[in-house]
């Protein structure tokens, strides 16, 4: 009887497991910077706006994006984003930029400068939305390439399982 109980119980959880992992079945694929990288089926890919973006996803519930861009590398090694560079970097392209924090991850056989940090979304009424946003740098074959994720600071910690796994699984060869 509690091998019976213990089954019916473990079926439902079995399925639910099955359900999540269906979640992140799909692959986003650049062949001609040989990137690639999974992503949840609630986002959604849509026309990239600078010629420099590489792809652009929208994930609507939450107001979130996330972006890849490519330029030519303007420093030798990943070490050289550091937290006086990205902070010249957020400023120029956020508004009202605080809390910006550096640190250094290896992700598969690629390391990356991961910067975070809070900013204001700019908008024309006087109700200040805040954000928070997420950039992974790193350089491979002359170039600099910067996964941007960007959220409504509120949302951010129901968008933080989405970062790590898609910031998780980007292979650039």
């Not at 062949?31 to 600078?50: A, I, V």
Request: net charge positive.
């Amino acid at each position: 009887m509690r091998k019976l109980i213990l089954l019916i119980l473990f079926i439902p959880l079995a399925f639910a497991c099955e359900l999540n992992n269906k979640q992140i079945s799909k692959v986003y694929k650049n062949s001609e910077h040989n990137l690639s990288f999974r992503y949840n089926s609630n986002w959604t890919e849509q026309e990239p706006q600078l010629e420099s973006t590489l792809c652009l996803f929208y994930e609507r519930k939450l107001n979130a994006s996330c972006n890849i861009s490519s330029v030519k590398a303007d420093r030798s090694e990943v070490e050289k984003y550091d937290k006086k560079y990205l902070s010249s970097h957020a400023n120029r392209a956020f508004n009202d930029v605080k809390n910006l924090n550096v640190r250094f991850e290896k992700i598969g056989p690629s390391k990356f400068s991961v910067c975070d940090f809070d900013f204001t979304y700019p908008n024309t009424n006087s109700n200040k939305i805040y954000g928070r946003a997420v950039i992974y740098t790193t350089i491979k074959n002359g170039n600099r390439y910067m996964m941007i994720f960007t959220v409504k600071k509120e949302n951010y910690f129901l968008l933080e399982n989405d970062i790590l796994s898609m910031s998780g699984t980007l292979l650039i060869l």
